[in-house]
């Protein structure tokens, strides 16, 4: 996900959200379409009637093989895809330019939303370049799997993450390796293909891509051309498969024996139904309901800068904000200076009681039009130029509402008191919690992780922006010398364990 394009509800999962029979409408019309394609292997680009359960296992094979190429071959595929997509730029883009006219017409008919149009051009600026570099940012990190003592030989053999002597000749190590098989699935964002591909490649992990009809064109595009590059490279074939079959979704979710982890990225519906439709793991958010919480210590003009940023940079996107939180203190103070900038780009303020008679009186947001906001619009993801405001007296309350209608995703402070910063980013129960910046900053570019899969809300290994680093696990390894568990206790003629922690080499 780059949180820069457009999520629809965003990716993964989180409190309430607010339904309704269109949005409910739209993801049963996703569900459809995706599922009313033939099969694609990315790798060969073949139609082809292998079964979901087919591709999985193939994906599973293709996995192993995967795990123990070095690194050097897995940047080499890198670099194949990024110079690949490079050379076929105006071939990718006209495609996507197809699926723009379809989308914009059912847009206009109401079958499709803005924000998922808005998701699907490719060309939108910056977004093209954007997903070339990711795939170079992420050829430059580090191997997840490897680290000081490790051989750079013809496989890998894991980064060592600890080392301990349980006695003599007998050691514990605990290494990084990749969770396996991964399945995507997806709506719009035809970049997502290049991403994952390239972040399943460098993490050893195989991966299987599911997107929605809307943009067909777009990842048959980009997936030709990444299966040209790969086939001259050492990933194995079934590494990277996209598949568009009839009842593909609840086909793969049925593959808890062979597919790993799925990651959801696409509205709240359709991350619901995944986790409720499933046995494997699923990783990621429904919502992305950010909050910032303005405080009569912010400074005024960076607070205006902050927050204008955090709503109308890219409204749709899972780390846009959706409530404004303010303190009593600053309603007369930072409050209107910030509700006539966001009124200046188009934001529409659904305001409680006290924000309104605040707006009212004030001379600086005089003729500014202003909602009542209603309990349902503290539970709500706009992915609009829409913005609940809400009056808190105290920090407690600011952080009781975060964490009751919030989604877990990325919530802000703004503020000069260090107490109360450490206090909010202590207690606010996200992923992401700032002092004094933006919640668009929540990115795994912008944190240096290079390209991401998403933004997890989940409480399990990887939190936040999932990068590299969040597609690892870790096994442990023992090396002995035939030991056997009865020889050790606290008995006569026991062994005691050592336990004794050893350097990483």
């Not at 595929?77 to 914009?104: G, M, P, Q, Y």
């Amino acid at each position: 996900m780059d949180p820069h394009q457009p999520q629809r509800v965003p990716s993964r999962r989180t409190t309430a959200y607010c339904f309704n029979k269109q949005t409910s409408s739209l993801v049963l019309l996703f569900l459809h379409l995706v599922s009313s394609f033939h099969f694609f292997l990315v790798p060969d680009m073949s139609l082809t009637n292998a079964s979901p359960a087919t591709a999985a296992q193939e994906a599973k094979s293709a996995s192993f093989a995967l795990a123990s190429l070095p690194a050097s071959a897995r940047n080499s595929a890198l670099d194949a895809i990024h110079d690949a997509l490079a050379a076929a730029r105006d071939d990718i883009l006209a495609a996507n330019a197809r699926d723009l006219h379809l989308a914009r017409q059912a847009a206009a008919d109401g079958a499709l939303s803005e924000a998922l149009v808005s998701r699907l051009d490719l060309g939108k600026q910056g977004k093209w370049e954007e997903m070339l570099k990711g795939i170079l940012d992420v050829r430059r990190l580090e191997d997840p799997r490897r680290g000081a003592g490790m051989t750079n030989g013809g496989g890998t053999v894991g980064k060592l993450q600890m080392r301990t002597k349980l006695d003599d000749d007998f050691v514990l190590e605990r290494v990084t390796c990749p969770i396996g098989v991964l399945l995507i699935i997806f709506e719009a964002r035809p970049e997502v293909i290049a991403n994952i591909a390239s972040l399943a490649i460098k993490s050893g992990n195989a991966a299987i891509l599911k997107g929605g009809k809307e943009s067909t064109e777009s990842f048959t595009a980009i997936s030709r051309v990444i299966s040209a590059a790969l086939e001259r490279t050492e990933v194995p074939n079934g590494a990277v498969q996209l598949v568009t079959t009839r009842d593909a979704i609840a086909q793969l979710l049925d593959q808890d024996r062979h597919i790993d982890l799925v990651i959801p990225r696409g509205s709240n519906e359709l991350v619901r139904y995944i986790k409720e439709s499933t046995k494997i793991p699923v990783l990621g958010h429904a919502d992305g309901l950010c909050a910032i919480y303005l405080t009569a210590t912010a400074d005024p003009q960076k607070a205006i800068d902050a927050i204008v940023d955090a709503k109308t940079s890219y409204p749709a996107a899972c780390n846009s904000l959706e409530t404004l939180i303010v303190q009593e203190a600053a309603l007369d103070t930072a409050f209107p200076g910030v509700a006539a900038a966001l009124a200046a780009k188009g934001v529409s303020l659904r305001c409680d009681a006290a924000s309104k008679a605040a707006l009212a009186s004030s001379p600086a947001t005089q003729g500014i039009q202003v909602h009542d906001a209603t309990e349902t619009d503290y539970n709500t993801e706009f992915l609009a130029l829409t913005l609940a405001v809400k009056t808190v007296s105290t920090l407690d309350q600011a952080i009781a509402h975060i964490n009751t209608h919030g989604s877990h995703h990325t919530d802000a402070i703004l503020t000069s008191s260090a107490a109360d910063a450490e206090q909010f980013m202590t207690q606010v129960d996200s992923a992401g919690v700032y002092w004094n910046a933006s919640t668009r900053v929540a990115d795994g570019m912008r944190y240096g992780f290079g390209t991401e899969v998403g933004i997890s809300t989940n409480k399990i290994h990887a939190r936040g922006p999932v990068g590299l680093e969040g597609l690892t696990i870790h096994k442990y390894k023992i090396r002995g010398d035939y030991q056997a568990t009865a020889r050790y206790g606290d008995g006569d003629g026991k062994r005691p364990w050592k336990h004794e922690k050893l350097p990483i080499e």
